[in-house]
């Protein structure tokens, strides 16, 4: 076999790169080979070829499709399939995290040593409409208390705040979108 | 065009020789990976999505990047010459991943060169900041300041549980990669890094030589990472890679001790050597001149050769690459006609600075 390469030289090595999620093989004699080690160490490769890693642990994720309900989970936004992100490795888009949330949880654990949950940065506008739904979800469970407690008054109170979070946060969602 | 400014073979300041444990600390990398929330991935949109995400994307740096002091450029990808887009990489300003993409992107660079915002590579946005040195907080500094200043603008994708969403799920979570280059020499010749990388995979971050995977890195210089991006803030990660890197530093310091105080004949007559490769051989590898710099750059650091530079041999690790060596040739070349003008930089560069390389110059 010649090089893919020069073109001259017979080949003597395979070179397997990852280029768009697809392994691309290029046979090279040993010359070109050595030219196409790059020294361009400054943009991570992905570390792992991640959906070899992804299919190794999901061996059965064709199987695991409930076959009676026809149901293979799709995103509706993009239309990734769980089984396509699972081949190629990487979402389409931002719903892609819902559609697969089920299975989510144990390929984030995996990959960042059980963690599954960001504790880092919150954009701005999502800072706040994050605080309105902690609040609300506390004065929830104020009003459930207050109903237990048989202190109605205080639950009706307690229902209008929640009113007027849940308003501002329509408002808030609307304008940040 | 807006390009021509970075081709040219001046140094970056990233490149310079200053920042803290410069000597075995080359350099900073933070990068933040975003999207956009209305549009798709890169791996799904479609070419008019691209080119959308790329004007908002610019017109907001192009706009409001003033506000930070920077002045940025738009380079459009498509627009530039092969030679163009790999000197670019081979500078660090864009990924080899950037200009295979299909789709439609960009690269908007701040005239210091220490930011690069890729966009629509693998996300619709890659925020890189690099600095000289051992420098993590302040290199997060500046890529966080930047992305504040966007996020205000833009609608990012972000999710409750899970963060800054990325199309990749080792990424997912802060979107941050922040990288130390550090050589390594002493850690190498002693054989003490092989089990240093092992140790550093289990605690969240990765040691890659420059070859990739493993223990054989060219010029002795390796790449220290952070591994995960969820679970702990960026503040936790940029800690926990300091204190690491700076335990590594110091081995490495020990380990050069070891070495000079052992054999030191030895390592002086591989210093010098080396020098003497660079500054007269007529044909050059990559390989070997990777290894002679090493040995020289240590040379400096003990103090055994006084009179080179330290940032020309950072300039030179960029530029006597093919792409650089072929705009310095204004020509294309052929592998061994590259070791030969490679071999022709290196005296070029390093006996303006006093060393004298006998011998005619051939060229």
């Known amino acids: ?177 | 065009m807006a390009v021509e400014r970075f081709l040219q073979p001046h140094a970056s300041s990233w490149m310079a020789n200053d920042g803290e444990n410069v000597d075995i600390a080359m350099s900073t990398r933070i990068r933040l990976a975003r999207n956009l929330n209305n549009f798709k991935f890169p791996y799904a949109f479609t070419e008019d999505e691209a080119l959308k995400v790329d004007k908002e994307i610019s017109a907001v740096l192009l706009d409001k990047g003033n506000e930070l002091d920077y002045t940025f450029s738009h380079i459009s990808i498509e627009e530039l010459a092969e030679l163009q887009k790999e000197i670019l990489v081979e500078k660090h300003l864009i990924s080899p991943y950037l200009i295979n993409s299909h789709h439609s992107g960009s690269v908007l660079l701040s005239d210091n060169e220490e930011l690069s915002i890729m966009v629509n590579e693998e996300d619709h946005l890659r925020i890189q900041s690099l600095q000289s040195g051992f420098q993590l907080q302040q290199a997060y500094k500046i890529a966080n300041e930047l992305d504040s200043l966007l996020e205000k603008n833009l609608s990012y994708a972000f999710h409750e549980k899970h963060g800054y969403l990325t199309s990749c799920p080792t990424n997912v979570g802060t979107g941050m990669r922040a990288s130390v280059m550090l050589h390594l020499p002493a850690l190498t010749m002693s054989h003490q890094i092989q089990r240093i990388i092992p140790a550093i995979s289990r605690l969240g971050m990765v040691v890659r030589g420059i070859y990739g995977e493993g223990s054989e890195a060219l010029g002795n210089v390796y790449q220290i990472s952070n591994q995960l991006t969820l679970g702990k803030s960026e503040y936790e990660i940029l800690q926990d890679l300091e204190n690491m890197t700076e335990q590594i530093i110091q081995q490495e310091r020990k380990a050069r001790e070891a070495i000079a105080l052992n054999s030191p004949i030895v390592l002086e007559d591989r210093i010098y050597r080396s020098l003497g490769t660079l500054t007269h051989s007529r044909l050059l590898t990559t390989e070997e001149a990777a290894t002679c710099l090493s040995d020289v750059r240590l040379g400096i650091d003990l103090k055994m050769i006084q009179d080179v530079d330290m940032s020309i041999l950072n300039e030179l690790m960029i530029f006597m690459q093919p792409a650089f060596l072929q705009q310095y040739a204004d020509k294309p070349l052929q592998p061994k006609e590259r070791d030969f003008a490679r071999a022709k930089l290196f005296r070029e560069r390093l006996n303006k600075n006093g060393i004298n390389s006998e011998g005619e110059d051939l060229a």
């Open chain 1, 1 to 177: 076999m010649i090089c893919d390469q020069c073109g001259e030289r017979s080949a003597s090595v395979i070179v397997k790169q990852q280029q768009q999620g697809q392994i691309v093989e290029r046979n090279l004699c040993h010359i070109c080979a050595a030219e196409n080690h790059s020294i361009n160490i400054a943009f991570e490769q992905d570390p792992l070829a991640i959906h070899q890693l992804l299919s190794n642990w999901f061996p059965n994720a064709q199987a695991s499709i409930n076959p009676v309900r026809k149901e293979i989970a799709t995103c509706p936004s993009c239309g990734f399939t769980f089984s396509k992100f699972l081949r190629i490795g990487k979402f389409g888009c931002a719903s892609c995290y819902d559609a697969f949330s089920p299975q989510l949880n144990e390929i984030f654990k995996r990959f960042h040593n059980g963690n599954i949950e960001h504790t880092g940065k919150i954009p701005a506008s999502y800072g706040t409409t994050l605080k309105i739904k902690k609040e609300i979800e506390e004065l929830r469970k104020q009003m459930q208390i207050s109903i237990q407690g048989e202190h109605f008054e205080e639950a009706a109170r307690l229902r209008d705040e929640v009113k007027v979070l849940s308003a501002k946060l329509e408002g808030g969602i609307q304008d940040g979108s």
